[in-house]
T-cell receptor, first 114, second 113 residues
Framework: DARVTQTPRHKVTEMGQEVTMRCQPI?????VFWYRQTMMQGLELLAY????????DSGMPKDRFSAEMPDATLATLKIQPSEPRDSAVYFC????????????FGSGTQLSVL | AQRVTQPEKLLSVFKGAPVELKCNYS??????LFWYVQYSRQRLQLLLR??SRESIKGFTADLNKGETSFHLKKPFAQEEDSAMYYC???????????????FGQGTILTVHP
């Protein structure tokens, strides 16, 4: 049963530290999405890639967030420096890149910035 | 720009009662609508999509373009339906959305015994 894998599952860090979250999409999927989940905003799209190329990262604070896909099996989301307001659950999802195709979500990284 | 609104953050019902989770959207084109569900300690997963006109686990949702709504309904709620529910929209702008979804704020449904 193919799954999207995210690491770490939990991360506790101090304000100002760099945080790196990783995602392994399902083999064969050509689109990768990063979402942030908070109680107030629900699921917000931060960035997404198609065939490893960034298509839209307008949802990310550019000064501190960066997203990359160094290869087809790895997507990363970095926060530097981290702030307490970044505390949330970050989800990665992958898909086949077509309308009406469902997205497959990872288990998420629960980030706490103290 | 598209937007999805779920007006209820929390919804509580008793087992056997009907349940309706509200979802409204704003989008000038022809949207594709979905409901995703996240059970406790599980991944977010697709529940149903409007184009399939399917009923999953007793849930149905009808797209009402006049009211720009896609409410999720079930006639008799079960305790195992307790979960977080997200309504989502694919803007499908000329086939270039690539599956990108805009989600609502989510509704936590609790079904009491």
């Amino acid at each position: 049963d193919a799954r999207v894998t995210q690491t770490p599952r939990h991360k506790v860090t101090e304000m100002g530290q760099e945080v790196t979250m990783r995602c392994q999409p399902i083999l064969g999927h050509n689109t990768v999405f990063w979402y942030r989940q908070t109680m107030m905003q629900g699921l917000e799209l931060l960035a997404y890639f198609r065939n490893r190329a960034p298509l839209d990262d307008s949802g990310m604070p550019k000064d501190r967030f960066s997203a990359e896909m160094p290869d087809a099996t790895l997507a990363t989301l970095k926060i530097q420096p981290s702030e307490p307001r970044d505390s949330a659950v970050y989800f990665c999802a992958s898909g086949l890149g077509r309308t009406n195709e469902k997205l497959f979500f990872g288990s998420g990284t629960q980030l706490s910035v103290l | 720009a598209q937007r999805v609104t779920q007006p209820e953050k929390l919804l509580s019902v008793f087992k056997g009662a009907p349940v309706e989770l509200k979802c409204n959207y704003s989008y000038s084109g022809s949207p594709e609508l979905f409901w995703y569900v996240q059970y406790s300690r599980q991944r977010l997963q697709l529940l149903l999509r409007h184009i399939s006109r399917e009923s999953i686990k007793g849930f149905t949702a009808d797209l009402n373009k006049g009211e720009t709504s896609f409410h999720l309904k079930k006639p008799f709620a079960q305790e195992e339906d307790s979960a977080m529910y997200y309504c989502a929209l694919d803007a499908n702008a000329g086939g270039t959305s690539y599956g990108k979804l805009t989600f609502g704020q989510g509704t936590i449904l609790t079904v009491h015994p």
